[in-house]
Structures are given as structure tokens and as C-alpha cells.
């Protein structure tokens, strides 16, 4: 019987930690994990150049992060370039190959240097796992503050002595958006506009029904009653609507009558996007959703500003919360992926349903024509409503994607109609899913879906998709940077036990759980143990004979999710182990992604 | 009152019965499997349970869990019962009573071992750094939250739990589907539980 094979053999080992200094060749689903070369493709190439082949994963994930800290150091120097692997980077590209660093050399450079300066936030508990760099105090500093370089401008920073270079040109002293602020003025009429066509919709045709003759005057004068108090509630409100940065905080003061403040901390902030439907974009203004993890009622919409308001809130509040002050011009991002409408198309046309779905189209279309058939009308409405769902939905909604990473986050920017452009901080994406359909898989296609918290319900469905299309490489490539300090490549996948066998895998990393599945559409999902709100074992009466138990992984809500069914017994109690245990090592690293530009830990962590 | 059952697995120390108010200061001895390895939480004949969690000190939970399920189990019984009674008698012959008697009797047997069973089940370990939990009859679980997981935690006690004199503990975390609770405490346990777990989940925490 399998089964019984199986118990004894090497699947009840291998979640053993590899052994320090080990060379593991990181080969993840045929990928060279941590190959600095010509595997990574050429245009992921910047990032794969930092001076430690481990350090843009293990410190600052979107990689301009720890040139950042050896900028602002007081102790200057090399004190960045902390592996020992190699510090310039034509020693590392060599060396990084195939070298992996222990997890015990990565965690502490071999000699710290001296502490200059006294540590002014240092946080409390046991210093021995922080770093030594302290951050230089945010108020005094004469040197313009600044995010790190952008990672394509080359990565010179490990040798060159670590002076502050001159603010960026482009709204270097320009202050942040600091004192309250009310919306755009165009917003006003917007909404009168937006609110007297619905009514005109609703009331107005009935009103010029009614009355053949008396019709139109009283239309008019109904519309132009309505336009009135209308135009003064949103007059009274856009005057009373303001926002403030003030410190850590997002002020925001609302209504005349009903009078509300709110305060929100930003680190605490999520995400942030700036969205504009076609008639807002068309009159140059954008709207600026601030998620926040904290359920349904805590996202934070301004509507309307200008774009170059939003443009300017967007990278303060991110600023902010990185632990940056606000007047921090944004920084450079660099591009990493532009879907061309071409590979947009093709993987839409290469889905089963659309195909399906047109084969029908056009099968009903001939015959209806053929036999002058109406009736054939019937089904052509829900397929065309199909296809409509399923082709021209996402080719509007994704038109035109461009994905760009930089030291604040990855920038997404989307849409032909509706035109979003979404930020997401390092260290806020909790699970990362990697999709390949049946077709998509021939052409090389995947599709990244990630759990972000906050997003919930309606939100979870805008947000859910971080990349829609895009070549299988670069999705796990990217999960790389969406999960800072994550080694998944390092994972040895242990198939299922039984018939399930290879179609649904696990692996265990220090640092995350990997599950792959499924054979016909194939999904991989990666939870960083720091994101795992809890872990269960289950077996059934069935399972209980076989001695298996299935394994759920719960983060927080959203489409990911990962479930690993037929493990053996003593397997999922080693899981839940080292689990606990990499959870408790996050903890000590890091205090949660707030801050995570000045925080004096290495080990960003996300909750 | 339900007579004190010890499963196969050996003694979990169960909370006693007849203690009063501070059952949870008494120091319950210590899983002590007498295979030599540890409990696993049922998921398997074998003990499995390894590293960290071979030393889990797992407690049991009071036998007026036992109690709790079995009313809560006789209510919808008497429920359905009733319904089926008034059925038999307007339109089935007499027989059908009986039929129908027997099946309920015997639905109240099984719920009683299935309580019996449950409350046997349901225990907990306060790890290191992390809550686990064990529980099911059929289908055997085991839950672990890491404490710096834990966002609130609740104490709850139902009208049945009240009569009962026991309270319900209940974790929750980011993650919204998770359904982690302790059950069958007696209130002062219950009470000293959420303590300890809310000061750890601030020592632990690691913010959101």
C-alpha cells in the first residue's frame, strides 16, 4: 500500500531546517530562485543586484530600503552592506549564485560597529536583535530626508561614504501637505451634476409624464429647486470637509450639522490609491482611498482632489507611515512590468469559459441567421453577458497595467475607463497566490492574487488580482518583493501522501509555508510564517484510519488561502512547530511594518 | 452529574466538578502519556505530537461541558420530537408513536455519549508562544494561535453556561473564518485565561 510505504520514508524528515551555510540551488517550479544572472530576465535585473544576494529579501524587500539605512546612518560606511557574502556587487554577483547565507549570518552582521549617537527609539525588548544602526532623530536633520535610491541607479552606495547627497530636484523643500486642506473646488458641481441627473432620471420623466403641458415648467423648476439645495448641501459640506497631516495622524474634519472628526494613525495605513472615473480623470482630479485594517467602515475616501494634490497626499501619507516626515519628496519607482494589450488579449481570449462561451456566440449566430431564428436570442443574452464578464470586463479594468517598484511600495497602475493607481507599502501583503489555468500555462501566464488586510468584501474583489496577467517568472519573481524576506525558493515541496501525491505539495521554509496544487489549473500559495493567524489540523474519521490530518493556514481575509489536505500526523505537528517558532522570530525581528524606513531592526514583519 | 470518564489516552486532568472557584490555581498534573511520547490531540491512533509540543501541558475541561451539549442537543431533540408526536398522532396510526419514541430515545442516547465524548475531547495547552486547542469527536482538530495573533478575547456565557457555572473563552484574530474557543471553564478559569492570554497577546504582539 502507499500509504504504508511512505510512512517510513524521508517525508517525515524533511521539514528539518537545511543546515546552515548549505548550498541550495533555489530552484522554485524550474526557476533559479536567487540566481543574480541572466535568469532573472532583464528587467528584473536592477533588483537582483544588491550587494548581499540575500539583502534585498531579507531587509528591505523592496530593495531600495536598505541603501536607505546605510545613507542615514551616523556610523556611515559599509555598515549596510551586512552579509559577509561580498560587499561590492561584482563580488556579489559572482558569489551569490548559488550561495546561500545561514540564517544566523544573516541576522547578525560579523562586527557591529560602534554606536555614535544615542539611541533615541530604540524599542525595548532585547536589543540583541536589532541591529545597531540607530536612526538619526527625524527633526534635526539638516540633510533633506529622502527615500533611498531608486535600485535601477545602480547600487554604488556600499562603497561611496554614506553623505546624504543634495534632495532630489523635483519638490526637494517643498513642504508636505501639512496644514488642512479642503478638496477641489470642481468637486462641488460634480456632485450637483452626479445627483441632479439621477434625479432628473427618476422624478423628472415621471414629472414630464404626468402633466403633457404643464410638463416642462414644472420639470425646470422641480430641477432647478433640486440643483439649489443640492448645490448648498455640497457647497456646506466641501467647505467644512478638510484634512490635515498632523504628526502620525490623518486629520479629517466633516459636516456642518453633524460634526465629525477623525483621526487616523498612519501606521496603520495599508494601502493607499488614487482612482479616477472618466469624468473626474477628464477634468483633472483623482480621488485618494486610504485602507486601513480595521474592517468594513475603515477606508478613507477623498473625493475629489486635484492630481497633483492626490499625487502629493499619496506619497506623504506614505511617507508618513513609512517614518519619513511628509515634505520627503517621492521617490524614483522603477518599472518592472508593462502588460501589453497584446498578452492582455491573448490571455483573455486563451480562457476556457470566454472560448467556450464565443464557440457558442458564433454557433447560435449562424444558426439564428441560417433559420431566421429569434429565438436563438435567448442564450445568446447570458453568453454575451459571459463574455462581457469575463473579456471585456478585465480588458477595460486592466487595460493599459503597469506595475513599477519602488522604495515605498509597489505602484500599480490600471484601467481605460476607470484609471486606478494603487500603492501597496512592503510588508502589507500577507499571502501571495500564483495562478495558472489550463491555457495560460502553454503560453506561460500566470495571475498574482494577494491577501491584503482591509480588504474586505467589495474591496477585497477591486484589489484582490495585484497582477492579472503576467509571464509566470515574474509573478514569482515578484512574490520575492510582496513578501519581503521570504525565501520560498528554498522550500522543498513534500507531495501529499496517497493518491493526492503531487498534485498538492508542501513545503516549509524558516520563513514561510509554500503549497502548490492542482493539476489542471495550478495554484501556489506562499503565507510568510509572520502573516499566519492560525493554524489547524484536521482529520476525519477516514483521515484517522489513514493517519493523515489536513492542514489550514489562516490569514487575514481574502481570496488566499492555503490548504494542504493528506499530510501525515507527525508532519503537521512539525509544520505547527516551526511555525511557532518562525512566528516568534519575526516577533523578535520586527515591530510590525509601521515605520519600516526607520525602524532599526533588519527584519520587516508584516502583522 | 456526569460520571468522571478517563478515555483511552489516559488522564487529561479534567477540571473537577465539585471544586469550586479556583479550579485553575490547582496545578493539574501534567500529560504523562505512558507510551513515552506525547499526545497528539487525537488526530491519530499514535501519539505524533513533536518538538516544541511534546511538552505541552494540556488541560481538560469541566465535565458540565458534557451537560451543556447534552441540553443543548435535548432542546432541538424535544423540538423535532414534539413536531413528529403531533404528526403521528393527527395522521398516523399508533404504531408510529412508538416507532418515533424509540427513535428519539435513541437520538438522546447517542447525543449523551456524543457530549460525553466532546467535553472528553476538548482541551487546551498554553505553549510557549502560542494557544492550542484540541476538540472533535468525528472530526478531530487541533487550532494554534500564535499569541501575537490574538486581537480580542472574549468570555461568554450563555444562558445554559450560566445555570451550568461555566463560561466559554474565545480568541479572535485578523483572520475573520477562525473559530477558536475554549469551553466548559468554570467562570473564575475563564476569567484568569483571558487575563493571561491578553497580557500575552501584548507582550507578543507585533502591531497590524
Given at each position: 500500500m502507499a500509504t504504508e510505504r511512505r510512512r517510513g520514508s524521508p517525508a517525515d524528515v524533511e521539514?528539518?531546517?537545511?543546515?546552515?551555510g548549505a548550498t541550495v540551488s533555489g530552484s522554485w517550479f524550474g526557476l533559479r530562485?536567487?540566481?543574480?544572472?541572466a535568469g532573472a530576465g532583464a528587467d528584473t535585473n536592477g533588483a537582483r543586484?544588491?550587494?548581499?544576494?540575500?539583502g534585498s529579501a531579507t531587509t528591505g524587500g523592496f530593495s531600495g530600503l536598505p541603501a536607505l539605512r546605510e545613507v542615514r546612518s551616523?556610523?556611515?560606511?559599509?555598515?549596510?552592506?551586512?552579509?559577509?557574502?561580498?560587499?561590492?556587487p561584482a563580488a556579489s554577483a559572482s558569489a551569490s549564485a548559488h550561495t546561500e547565507l545561514s540564517p544566523d549570518s544573516r541576522e547578525h552582521p560579523a562586527a557591529p560597529p560602534p554606536r555614535?549617537?544615542?539611541?533615541?527609539?530604540t524599542p525595548e525588548p532585547?536589543?540583541?536583535?536589532?541591529?545597531p544602526h540607530t536612526p538619526p532623530p527625524?527633526?534635526?536633520?539638516?540633510s533633506s530626508p529622502q527615500w533611498a535610491?531608486?535600485?535601477?541607479?545602480?547600487?554604488?552606495?556600499?562603497?561611496?561614504?554614506?553623505v546624504p547627497g543634495p534632495?532630489?530636484?523635483?519638490?526637494?523643500?517643498e513642504p508636505g501637505p501639512e496644514g488642512p486642506h479642503q478638496l477641489h473646488w470642481l468637486t462641488v458641481p460634480l456632485r450637483v451634476l452626479l445627483v441632479t441627473t439621477v434625479m432628473f432620471a427618476v422624478v423628472g420623466v415621471l414629472l414630464l409624464e404626468l402633466e403633457p403641458d404643464l410638463g416642462p415648467v414644472l420639470t425646470m423648476a422641480v430641477t432647478l429647486l433640486f440643483i439649489g439645495a443640492t448645490g448648498a448641501v455640497c457647497l456646506a459640506d466641501w467647505w467644512t470637509h478638510t484634512y490635515e497631516l498632523s504628526g502620525d495622524h490623518l486629520l479629517l474634519r466633516r459636516g456642518l450639522v453633524h460634526h465629525v472628526e477623525r483621526e487616523v494613525p498612519?501606521?496603520?495605513?495599508q494601502t493607499v490609491d488614487t482612482v479616477c472615473p472618466l469624468l473626474v480623470r477628464v477634468l483633472g482630479l483623482a480621488e485618494v482611498r486610504i485602507e486601513l485594517a480595521?474592517?468594513?467602515?475603515s477606508e478613507v475616501r477623498l473625493a475629489y482632489l486635484s492630481r497633483y494634490e492626490a499625487d502629493r497626499l499619496r506619497s506623504a501619507l506614505i511617507a508618513h507611515a513609512a517614518?519619513?516626515?511628509?515634505?520627503t519628496p517621492p521617490p524614483e519607482d522603477r518599472p518592472l512590468f508593462v502588460l501589453g494589450t497584446p498578452m492582455l488579449l491573448t490571455a483573455l481570449v486563451a480562457q476556457l469559459p470566454v472560448l467556450v462561451a464565443f464557440g457558442g456566440l458564433l454557433v447560435l449566430a449562424v444558426v439564428g441567421l441560417a433559420f431566421?431564428?429569434?429565438?436563438?436570442l435567448g442564450a445568446v443574452i447570458p453568453l454575451a453577458l459571459g463574455l462581457i464578464r469575463g473579456f471585456l470586463g478585465p480588458l477595460l479594468r486592466y487595460g493599459g497595467f503597469r506595475a513599477a517598484v519602488a522604495p515605498d511600495g509597489l505602484r500599480l497602475r490600471f484601467g481605460l475607463v476607470q484609471r486606478r493607481d494603487q500603492t501597496v507599502p512592503p510588508g502589507r501583503v500577507h499571502a501571495v497566490r500564483v495562478v495558472e489555468p489550463l491555457l495560460w500555462q502553454l503560453l506561460g501566464l500566470a495571475r498574482l492574487d494577494a491577501n491584503i488586510a482591509g480588504h474586505v468584501g467589495e474591496r477585497q474583489m477591486d484589489?484582490?488580482?495585484?497582477?492579472?496577467?503576467?509571464p509566470r517568472r515574474l509573478a514569482f519573481e515578484l512574490t520575492h518583493h510582496l513578501l519581503?524576506?521570504?525565501?520560498?525558493?528554498r522550500a522543498q515541496l513534500v507531495p501529499a501522501r496517497g493518491l493526492r501525491g503531487r498534485t498538492a505539495e508542501l513545503g516549509v521554509t524558516e520563513t514561510a509555508l509554500v503549497a502548490r496544487s492542482g493539476v489542471l489549473c495550478r495554484t501556489a500559495v506562499i503565507v510568510a510564517h509572520s502573516a499566519v493567524q492560525s493554524i489547524r489540523l484536521a482529520s476525519g474519521p477516514v483521515e484517522r484510519w489513514l493517519g493523515r490530518v489536513s492542514l489550514v493556514v489562516e490569514t487575514v481575509p481574502g481570496p488566499v488561502r492555503l490548504h494542504a489536505p493528506a499530510r501525515g500526523v507527525r508532519e503537521g505537528w512539525r509544520v505547527l512547530a516551526r511555525v511557532s517558532s518562525g512566528v516568534d522570530r519575526g516577533r523578535m525581528r520586527g515591530h510590525?511594518?509601521?515605520?519600516w524606513v526607520t525602524r532599526t531592526d533588519r527584519w520587516p514583519v508584516r502583522n | 452529574m456526569f460520571p468522571r470518564i478517563r478515555d483511552e489516552?489516559?488522564?487529561?486532568?479534567?477540571?473537577?466538578?465539585?471544586?469550586?472557584?479556583?479550579?485553575?490555581?490547582t496545578a493539574r498534573p501534567r500529560m504523562?502519556?505512558?507510551?513515552?511520547s506525547a499526545w497528539?490531540?487525537?488526530?491519530?491512533?499514535?501519539p505524533a505530537a513533536d518538538g516544541e509540543f511534546a511538552q505541552l501541558e494540556w488541560r481538560g475541561v469541566s465535565q458540565k461541558l458534557a451537560w451543556h451539549r447534552f441540553v443543548t442537543i435535548l432542546a432541538t431533540l424535544v423540538a423535532v420530537g414534539g413536531v413528529g408526536v403531533v404528526v403521528a398522532i393527527v395522521?398516523?396510526?399508533?404504531?408510529a408513536l412508538l416507532v418515533w419514541g424509540g427513535v428519539v430515545l435513541g437520538a438522546a442516547v447517542v447525543a449523551l455519549a456524543y457530549s460525553r465524548a466532546a467535553a472528553n475531547r476538548w482541551c487546551w495547552a498554553e505553549g510557549a508562544t502560542d494557544l492550542v486547542i484540541a476538540y472533535g469527536v468525528l472530526v478531530r482538530q487541533v487550532v494554534m494561535v500564535p499569541y501575537?495573533?490574538?486581537?480580542v478575547v472574549d468570555v461568554t456565557v450563555s444562558p445554559v453556561e450560566q445555570w451550568l457555572g461555566i463560561a466559554t473563552v474565545r480568541v479572535h484574530t485578523a483572520a475573520t473564518t477562525i473559530d477558536a474557543c475554549v469551553c466548559g471553564l468554570t467562570e473564575t478559569e475563564a476569567t484568569q485565561l483571558r487575563t493571561r492570554l491578553a497580557n500575552r497577546s501584548e507582550t507578543f504582539t507585533t502591531g497590524l
Open positions: 521539514h528539518s531546517p537545511a543546515p546552515p530562485w536567487n540566481n543574480t544572472g543586484q544588491s550587494p548581499s544576494p540575500r551616523p556610523t556611515g560606511g559599509s555598515t549596510g552592506t551586512s552579509s559577509p557574502a561580498g560587499d561590492t555614535l549617537a544615542p539611541a533615541t527609539r532585547s536589543p540583541d536583535h536589532y541591529s527625524l527633526s534635526s536633520s539638516r535610491r531608486p535600485p535601477a541607479s545602480g547600487r554604488d552606495t556600499g562603497s561611496a561614504p554614506a534632495p532630489a530636484e523635483r519638490g526637494g523643500g498612519l501606521s496603520r495605513l480595521g474592517g468594513d467602515r517614518g519619513l516626515p511628509g515634505g431566421r431564428e429569434p429565438a436563438v484589489s484582490a488580482t495585484l497582477l492579472p496577467v503576467v519581503p524576506g521570504v525565501d520560498p525558493g510590525g511594518p509601521e515605520r | 489516552r489516559g488522564s487529561l486532568g479534567h477540571v473537577d466538578d465539585d471544586s469550586a472557584g479556583d479550579a485553575a490555581s504523562e502519556p505512558n507510551t513515552g497528539d490531540g487525537g488526530l491519530s491512533s499514535s395522521w398516523l396510526p399508533p404504531a501575537g495573533r490574538i486581537q
